[in-house]
T-cell receptor
Framework: KQEVTQIPAALSVPEGENLVLNCSFT??????LQWFRQDPGKGLTSLLL?????REQTSGRLNASLDKSSGRSTLYIAASQPGDSATYLCAVKHNTDKLIFGTGTRLQVFP | DAGVIQSPRHEVTEMGQEVTLRCKPISGHDYLFWYRQTMMRGLELLIYFNNNVPIDDSGMPEDRFSAKMPNASFSTLKIQPSEPRDSAVYFC?????????????FGSGTRLTVV
């Protein structure tokens, strides 16, 4: 059974810091991995999608890497801003149509 | 495209009442998923459809829960009778085949409170 874990569970940092959020999964036979952002009381917004054949994806200040063999992905946020405050979720697609979500990292960036 | 549309945004109902949540997927998406999010359990997949056909409903908690997709542009999740432990945010998501490339798009969710 695929299990997805995110570390840390919560993070509070001052504005301007570079951040690394971690995601680990137990079964490396995934098809892709997706990072989402969820604002309080809101739905999920897709940030980055990494195919199993890719090593990383970049969008603006965000960079996501994938190491399938070790079952790990990281989301790097450069020059963090208060507007980055949200919960970040990673999700993996296994050999089914299902998307298995991680436990989430709650990020707070203060001015 | 307006994205995945869910209604209502908020629902408050009394225990024992029937609740119906609605979802309109993105036009052309072949997959539709219903998720439930709670503080204790995070995001859980309840059921998903491919081309309007239910593929896996193993996540549906009990017989009180049922889901239908009568056509490609509409799905419902029904709870009858509702219980306080059903209180959660219910998300609908859709995906285009091939899903390897396009990923998922989520709706804004329905926050259900059963009192």
């Amino acid at each position: 059974k695929q299990e997805v874990t995110q570390i840390p569970a919560a993070l509070s940092v001052p504005e301007g810091e570079n951040l690394v959020l971690n995601c680990s999964f137990t079964d490396s036979a995934i098809y892709n991995l997706q990072w989402f952002r969820q604002d309080p009381g809101k739905g999920l917004t897709s940030l980055l999608l990494i195919q199993s054949s890719q090593r990383e994806q970049t969008s603006g200040r965000l960079n996501a890497s994938l190491d399938k063999s070790s079952g790990r992905s990281t989301l790097y946020i450069a020059a963090s801003q208060p507007g980055d405050s949200a919960t970040y979720l990673c999700a993996v697609k296994h050999n089914t149509d299902k998307l298995i979500f991680g436990t989430g990292t709650r990020l707070q960036v203060f001015p | 495209d307006a994205g995945v549309i869910q209604s209502p945004r908020h629902e408050v109902t009394e225990m024992g009442q029937e609740v119906t949540l609605r979802c309109k997927p993105i036009s052309g998406h072949d997959y539709l998923f219903w998720y439930r999010q709670t503080m204790m359990r995070g995001l859980e997949l309840l059921i998903y459809f491919n081309n309007n056909v239910p593929i896996d409903d193993s996540g549906m908690p009990e017989d009180r829960f049922s889901a239908k997709m009568p056509n490609a542009s509409f799905s419902t999740l029904k709870i009858q009778p509702s219980e306080p432990r059903d209180s959660a945010v219910y998300f609908c998501a859709s995906s285009l085949v091939p899903w390897e490339v396009f990923g998922y798009t989520f709706g804004s969710g329905t926050r259900l409170t059963v009192v």
